[in-house]
Nanobody
Framework: QVQLVESGGGLVQPGGSLRLSCAASGSIFRTYAMGWYRQAPGKQRDLVAT???????NYADSVKGRFTISRDNAKITVDLQMNSLKPEDTAVYYC??????????WGQGTQVTVSS
């Protein structure tokens, strides 16, 4: 069984910041690469960032230099620090466990709206 719960979404002004958090079960946190995807209405769900169990990270070009994915060992969360937010960042953000040679598992999502 897997359990991923996102939090931290909300409404923010352009140029502002939000920090998303994905609470993960211990087994997921210790074993799998984790990631954040996002999906705007009517659009494909796209990769935002990933982090391996060892801490290696990758980012979509659209967020590189603005977003930072990290693992918090004390809280057992995978976080996404989002800075310099733009209206085009508006989407539902989903936490995902990237299961090797298997199906990914998804959280329920948290809404991020960037608007003035």
């Amino acid at each position: 069984q897997v359990q991923l719960v996102e939090s931290g979404g909300g409404l923010v002004q352009p140029g502002g910041s939000l920090r998303l958090s994905c609470a993960a079960s211990g087994s997921i946190f210790r074993t799998y690469a984790m990631g954040w995807y996002r999906q705007a209405p009517g659009k494909q769900r796209d990769l935002v960032a990933t982090i391996t169990s060892g801490g290696s990270t990758n980012y979509a070009d659209s967020v590189k230099g603005r977003f930072t994915i990290s693992r918090d060992n004390a809280k057992i969360t995978v976080d996404l620090q989002m800075n310099s937010l733009k209206p085009e960042d508006t989407a539902v953000y989903y936490c995902v466990a990237l299961v090797v040679a298997g199906n990914n598992y998804w959280g329920q999502g948290t809404q991020v709206t960037v608007s003035s």
